[in-house]
C-alpha cells in the first residue's frame, strides 16, 4: 500500500500515555486535565439530552453556540463575527485546522509552519496537498523571527500557521509581535491560521493578543479554539472556528462533507454554559496558581526551568540531569523515576534535540506534589 503519510507513526502523545500506564507513572506527557469540569456544565448535557436536543444540528453549529461564540469575540477582543455566516462549530480545533486547510489549500501551495510546532499541523498540510515549508521559532527562546517568516514567503505561499499561547514552548506573541506579523502580511495573500486552543491560559497580567483583534490579520485569518481547553473537557472535542465569510464559505464545504455537524447536546450544553458570567475568566489565576506550584517544586533540582508565559506546559532543559536525548530520557523518566514527559525533539521535523522536555501542569495540585516528589529524587 502506498502511503498518504509515509513519515507519520502513532503520535507522541499516544505512546508516552500508554507507557505511563504500563508504568503507573504520573503523566505530566499529553496535555489534558486529571480533574473534574464544572458540574453545571455536566447537568447541561444531560439537560439538553432531556429536551430532546439528540438530532442533526444545524451543519455549521446550534445558533445560541454560534451567537455565544460571537458575544464572546466581541466582548474579548472588539471584532463582530456574523453568527451566521462567520462562525463554525468544529470537532475539536485539529478538525478546525485540517478543514482550513483542504478549504483554502491547492495542490502545491506552500504553507509555513514555525517550527516546533503541534504534530497535526505538517500531516495535515500534506493530506490538503500543500508543500510545507518550515521557519525556525528562535532557538532558546522560541520568538518568532519575522525577517525569517518574510523570507520564506514566495508567490507560492498560501497560507501560514501560528499558535499562541504556544505548544510546547508556552511563549505567548506579544501584541508588537501581532502587529509585526500584521505589517509582515499586509503586502502578500498569505491567509492565516491561528491556533489560538490556550487563549484563556495567559500568566503575570499579560493579554491574549488574538488574530481578531488586528484588522489586517482577521480579514485573512482562520482564527480556531477549542471548548476542550477552556472548560477542562479535551475528550469532547468540540472547537470554534471564525472567519471573514467569503473564507468562512469555502470551510464550510469541506465541513459539509467531513463531518457534517457536531455533537448537538454538548453544544447545547456549552451555549447555556457561556451565558453564565463568563467561566473562562478565572483560567489565568488558576492555571497560573499550578504553574507557581510546579515551578517552585522544581527550582531546588538541576532541571533548568524555561519560562512559562500561557498554555499549561513547563519545559525544562535536562542537561545537568542526564547525558539521553530528550526522546529516550523521557522514556527513562517514565518507567524508572515514574513521570511522564514529552520530549520537544516531537515537535520538529528533524527530530531535533536540544535536551528539552516538555510537562503538563493541567494536573490537580496533589498529582503535582507526586510528581515532583519524584522529579526531586534527581
Ligand atoms: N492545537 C494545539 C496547539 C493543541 O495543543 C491542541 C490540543 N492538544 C489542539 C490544537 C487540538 O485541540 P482539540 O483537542 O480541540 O482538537
Ligand atoms: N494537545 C495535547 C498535547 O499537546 C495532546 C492532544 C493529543 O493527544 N493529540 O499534549
Known sequence: LSSR?????TTIFTVMSALATEHKAVNLGQGFPDFACDPKLVDAVTAAMQAGHNQYPPMAGVPALRQAVSAKIAGLHGKAYHPDTEIT?????????????LAVVHPGDEVIVLEPCYDSYVPNIELAG?????????PGTFRPDFAKIGAAITPKTRALLINSPHNPSATVWSRADMLALQDLLAPTNVLLISDEVYEHMVFDGQAHESASRFPGLAARAFVVSSFGKTFHVTGWKVGTVAAPAALMAEFRK??????FTVNTPVQHALAAYLAHPAPYLEL???YQHKRDLFRAGLAGTRFKLLPSQGSYFQCVDISDVSDLNEADFCQWLTREVGVAAIPLSAFYGNGFDQRVVRFCFAKQDSTLQSALERLKTL
Open 284 to 286: 489565568p489565576a488558576f
Open 89 to 101: 462549530i468544529t470537532a475539536g480545533a485539529t478538525q478546525a485546522i485540517l478543514t482550513a486547510l
Open 130 to 138: 500543500g508543500v510545507v515549508v518550515r521557519v525556525p521559532l528562535t
Open 5 to 9: 503519510l509515509p513519515n507519520v507513526g
Open 254 to 259: 469541506v465541513h459539509q462533507f467531513n463531518v
